[in-house]
């Protein structure tokens, strides 16, 4: 073989391997770069969901402020965790909205175990008899779930009439996904109690002066009724002062309860010996 003819057959293969290098290179590539292409159309896609979700983030956010703020303003909710320091806090918080102010001992119990949702609480302390009511009441009924499991009041050894001592037992009972319990809001109750003083004898241990009493009152057992309408009386005093009073209005020990204008009399409620009871005065001929 010439040496042409061999240096021909080299450069024939040279080429042929090129080729098939070139052609390999060129297919790699080619693959290559639709793997890209495809790659990067997932990506726009993925960056176009990203840009309508970051577009609507100040409206996401809203709505989850508005959501959280109406489930912490719900009627009764479960809190999220309770700890001592998380309960007396809410504890505090309840005396603030009542614009009262009690001093109570608080102390965790010891019945709690790990299988529970609540954690158990024992409140006492020596307190005015209403704002203990006020106290338990809001308690309940105020937007965490609180429950009062015993309640004990007493009054021996209590120098004040309306004041007695009392010990509670409560319960907090949380939830995983519940409410953070310091975002609870304040929830409007109604009163539905009329007091009495349930502590204090029904009969004075000591008869009321009638010079304690505010002047300005009228004192019935020196007036007479000398004029009547539907809703106003006059009275005469035996200074001869007139006054007018309508019904609720205060008298000396007392107060207008009802105005009789067919029989000519208004019925008073007198409260001077610790029983209330029932005083008329007839109109004067």
Not at 21 to 49: H, P
Not at 161 to 178: A, E, K, N
Not at 185 to 195: E, L, P, Q, Y
Request: proline share 1%.
């Amino acid at each position: 073989m010439t040496n042409t003819r061999r240096n021909t057959l080299i450069l024939s293969i040279l080429l042929i391997l090129l080729s098939a290098s070139a052609f390999y290179l060129f297919n790699r590539m080619s693959k290559r770069a639709n793997e890209l292409q495809k790659s990067n159309k997932e990506t726009e896609k993925k960056i176009s969901v990203l840009q309508a979700q970051i577009s609507n983030i100040d409206s996401l956010k809203m709505e989850f402020e508005i959501r959280t703020a109406m489930l912490a303003e719900q009627s009764k909710v479960i809190v999220e965790s309770d700890t001592p320091t998380s309960t007396y806090r809410y504890l505090l918080q309840l005396l603030t909205w009542m614009n009262r102010n009690l001093n109570f001992d608080f102390a965790m119990s010891a019945k709690k175990t790990k299988d529970t949702t609540w954690n158990e609480y024992v409140i006492s302390g020596v307190n005015n008899y209403r704002d203990v009511w006020e106290f338990t009441r809001n308690i309940e009924h105020q937007r965490a779930v609180i429950t009062i499991e015993d309640l004990s009041i007493g009054s021996d050894g209590i120098a004040n009439s309306d004041t007695v001592s009392y010990s509670m037992i409560v319960r907090t009972h949380f939830t995983q996904g519940g409410v953070k319990i310091e975002d609870l809001k304040h929830k409007s109750i109604k009163s539905d109690a009329t007091f009495f003083q349930l502590f204090r004898p029904r009969i004075f241990d000591k008869l009321p002066d009638d010079t304690d009493i505010d002047s300005r009152l009228v004192v019935l057992e020196q007036c007479k009724l000398i004029g009547i309408s539907e809703n106003r009386i006059f009275v005469r005093n035996e200074q001869g002062v007139i006054k007018i009073l309508a019904v609720r209005d205060k008298v000396a020990y007392g107060y207008l309860y009802a105005i009789d204008t067919k029989r000519g009399r208004a019925i008073f409620v007198i409260n001077k010996f610790g029983i209330p009871e029932e005083q008329v005065l007839e109109l004067t001929k």
